[in-house]
């Protein structure tokens, strides 16, 4: 089921304050949410320097479902995309020579992985190129409901993570202070129970990462075959660089690829990213009120990395 569109992409940030209405210089982003389902995070940060589009999960408030998972989520999403780009109004009006108009996507955890999901959806799109991906942590998901998940689990490590790290793997609700929550066991129904003493919005965030549990857990990851391969846009990683801290000092799910630099991205393909950048803190709180200008910072250096990577997809095989 899909919820209302209300508001949805939203404004952020327009490229320059003083003139809020001025055509785009630079390549508009849509930031897409976390788990938690809200942008919350990203109306925090500092001034960026372009247009600044944000989706949150529409069905936040109703607690709907996408029967279709991710790529159904996926697909309303590049709708939306698409019909924003189209409306009077968007500010980046230059077209690029096979009449598309470029834009990046990009988001934390959950929302860097429905990027590559829209991306894919948006691949042979007639309007909307999208030339770059910025993932804010977001650890690859394996290949199948078996492999390594973004949540806590005692499965296997990926192939790159030190045998020698490994130790046992357990998270509880306590251990995490997040809009975006985790489980507190390896079964996604265990986050549907709710404790009480939460704010009503913490309660639906809770709801909605146990469905982004869901959804990732059956998640098939994009393919590119032949031509499209070249279509895939380019993708900057920020990885945060500290561990979750747990009462007991154990590993969870999340930081089971920690010390690789590419997060378990290269089980996917190994030119997965034209760069990675470490940020200060650990998965959860990188959006923390003390973090946010260094946040803001890398985040408008990725960006602009993009703009530098995606010059030779513009120019060269599209």
């Not at 372009?50 to 069905?59: E, L």
């Not at 996507?105 to 042979?124: C, I, T």
Request: glycine share 10%; net charge negative; proline share 6%.
């Amino acid at each position: 089921m899909r919820g209302a569109a209300a508001n949805n992409p939203e404004l952020i940030q327009p490229e320059d304050w003083a003139r809020p209405d001025k055509p785009a210089l630079n390549t508009p982003v849509f930031l897409i949410h976390d788990g938690g389902g809200t942008t919350f995070a990203y109306h925090c940060l500092e001034v960026l320097g372009r247009y600044v589009y944000g989706i949150h999960n529409p069905c936040f408030y109703s607690g709907d479902v996408f029967d279709g998972g991710l790529p159904d989520m996926g697909r309303l999403y590049a709708r939306w995309i698409r019909q924003t780009v189209l409306d009077d109004g968007f500010p980046a009006r230059a077209r690029n020579h096979d009449g598309t108009v470029s834009v990046m996507l990009g988001g934390w955890s959950l929302g860097g992985l429905l990027s590559l999901e829209v991306a894919r959806q948006l691949a042979e799109d007639a309007v909307v190129r999208v030339t770059g991906i910025l993932m804010i942590d977001s650890i690859y998901p394996g290949k199948s409901s078996a492999s390594v998940p973004l949540i806590p689990t005692a499965g296997p490590p990926a192939k790159r993570f030190a045998e020698s790290k490994m130790r046992e793997i357990k998270l509880n609700d306590d251990d995490v202070s997040s809009e975006e929550d985790a489980s507190s066991s390896d079964e996604a129904p265990a986050l549907t129970v709710i404790e009480s003493g939460l704010t009503q919005n913490q309660i639906r965030s809770k709801r909605c990462m146990a469905e982004a549990v869901r959804m990732i857990r059956d998640w098939r990851l994009p393919e590119w075959p032949g031509s499209l391969y070249d279509r895939r846009p380019r993708v900057v990683l920020l990885r945060a660089k500290e561990y979750v801290p747990t009462k007991d000092g154990r590993i969870v799910g999340l930081d089971l690829n920690r010390e690789d630099e590419m997060l378990g991205w290269g089980d996917y393909d190994d030119d997965m990213f034209c760069d990675v950048m470490d940020v200060e803190g650990h998965h959860f709180d990188i959006f923390a009120f003390e973090r946010i200008d260094g946040i803001t910072r890398a985040i408008k250096k990725g960006l602009d990395r993009l703009e530098e990577c995606s010059q030779m997809m513009m120019y060269g095989a599209w």
